[in-house]
């Protein structure tokens, strides 16, 4: 049985071996601090009964007026143990997170995920996600790495007006020096 709870500032001292796992994401623990500080409710934790963390879901809700677009949510940041993978945690997680957003009247969520990693593109595609396009170079490393943009329109948006502009068409980012960590 897995229990879903918000996550609390002590779990950034037990997540250690969820982070560095090789299908994760590695961000600086500021990251982690911002988001528990501005968005509580959109960190979350997945545990085992006797309070193991498992997994977790780290986003956050915009308005989109600095972008000119809809109320929306991001996934920043999702991963479970390997020991627990394939068991629905990660889905369990992701629909907790579109339920939090369609409560706040949110059109859409989005998420960026590395090109090569292709259990995670099928996982979000069974949720509902779409291909929007592709971010070229948008990871760093030796090569860099392609991320996939994709959208899943929420509850709000019965015409999925979100997925309108829709290119599926590669694009670079401009660099924003703003910010430290748009997403």
């Not at 997994?55 to 915009?62: H, M, R, S, T």
């Not at 629905?88 to 969520?109: C, E, K, Q, T």
């Not at 960026?112 to 291909?131: D, Q, T, V």
């Not at 392609?146 to 015409?159: E, G, W």
């Amino acid at each position: 049985m897995t229990c879903l709870r918000e996550m609390h500032l002590e779990d950034l001292f037990k997540f250690n071996a969820l982070v560095f796992d090789p299908l994760t994401e590695v961000y600086r623990l500021g990251f982690f601090l911002r988001h528990l500080a501005q968005w509580p409710e959109l960190a979350v934790a997945a545990t085992t009964p006797d309070d193991h963390l498992i997994g977790f879901i780290f986003g956050k809700c915009l308005d989109g007026s600095r972008d000119d677009t809809q109320l929306h949510g991001h996934v920043c940041a999702l991963t479970v143990s390997s020991y627990y993978r394939r068991l629905g945690i990660a889905s369990l997680l992701m629909n907790y997170f579109a339920w939090i957003l369609d409560l706040r009247s949110a059109w859409y969520v989005d998420l960026y995920l590395r090109c090569s990693n292709a259990s995670a593109y099928n996982l979000y595609c069974s949720l509902g996600y779409e291909l929007r396009r592709i971010l070229l170079e948008y990871y760093p490393g030796d090569p860099e790495e392609d991320a996939y943009d994709m959208r899943k329109p929420l509850t709000i948006d019965v015409q999925k007006l979100s997925l309108a502009l829709a290119s599926r068409q590669p694009v670079r980012l401009p660099l924003d020096d703003d910010s430290e960590d748009d997403y």
